[in-house]
Antibody
Framework: EVQLLESGGGLVQPGGSLRLSCAVSGFIFSNYAMSWVRQAPGKGLEWVSIIYSGGGAYYAASVKGRFTVSRDNSRSTMYLQMNSLRAEDTAVYYC?????????WGQGTLVTVSS | DIQMTQSPSSLSASVGDRVTITCRASQDIRNDLVWYQQKPGKAPKRLISGASSLQSGVPSRFSGSGSGTEFTLTISSLQPEDFATYYCLQHHDYPWMFGQGTKVEIK
């Protein structure tokens, strides 16, 4: 069974940093691209970034230059390093497997940026 | 960047009603469009990919159509479990973009 488990969320002050993790099981992680999607409280879905098996990555304009996605194939884990955090980055962050489209998704981890 | 305009933002409907949700892309995205359903507190669930291919296990009352810039999700006969928020996603070019969402509520 494919499983994705996000962790690392929490409360952080504006300007601070946080690293999210997405640990996967049930498939050969190194063969697949992975993505991050976020959802601010009461708002819609926002695509954040994607990383391919070879390490190539793309970002949404809203996070480019502040967020960095990476992966450790030996640990079957994807990461999202988030720097210079702003109040508008407050959201549930989901990771998802790319199989031509985003599916399945993890259960999400909440990031709150507040003083 | 490709913009996705989804409409309506919300609708009220009764069980048994036919419901149609539209997504328009700002440029041609061929059929690189996915529809998701999301219920409160849950991760999105894929309904349709390739604009019109129904995900295995999804009821046949859901259907998708369109290509290029205009796409439609139709629920032929709304059921109680279909009350949720629906999103389209274009994955034709980066940055990927979701529609704003359509909340389907009970009338």
């Amino acid at each position: 069974e494919v499983q994705l488990l996000e962790s690392g969320g929490g409360l952080v002050q504006p300007g601070g940093s946080l690293r999210l993790s997405c640990a996967v099981s049930g498939f050969i992680f190194s063969n697949y691209a992975m993505s991050w999607v976020r959802q601010a409280p009461g708002k819609g879905l926002e695509w954040v970034s994607i990383i391919y098996s070879g390490g190539g990555a793309y970002y949404a304009a809203s996070v480019k230059g502040r967020f960095t996605v990476s992966r450790d194939n030996s640990r079957s884990t994807m990461y999202l390093q988030m720097n210079s955090l702003r109040a508008e980055d407050t959201a549930v962050y989901y990771c998802a497997k790319l199989t031509g489209w985003l599916d399945p998704w993890g259960q999400g981890t909440l990031v709150t940026v507040s003083s | 960047d490709i913009q996705m305009t989804q409409s309506p933002s919300s609708l009220s409907a009764s069980v048994g009603d036919r419901v149609t949700i539209t997504c328009r892309a700002s440029q041609d995205i061929r059929n690189d469009l996915v529809w998701y359903q999301q219920k409160p507190g849950k991760a999105p669930k894929r309904l349709i990919s390739g604009a019109s291919s129904l995900q295995s296990g999804v009821p046949s009352r859901f259907s998708g159509s369109g290509s290029g810039t205009e796409f439609t999700l139709t629920i032929s006969s709304l059921q109680p479990e279909d009350f949720a928020t629906y999103y389209c996603l274009q994955h034709h070019d980066y940055p990927w973009m979701f529609g704003q969402g359509t909340k389907v509520e009970i009338k």
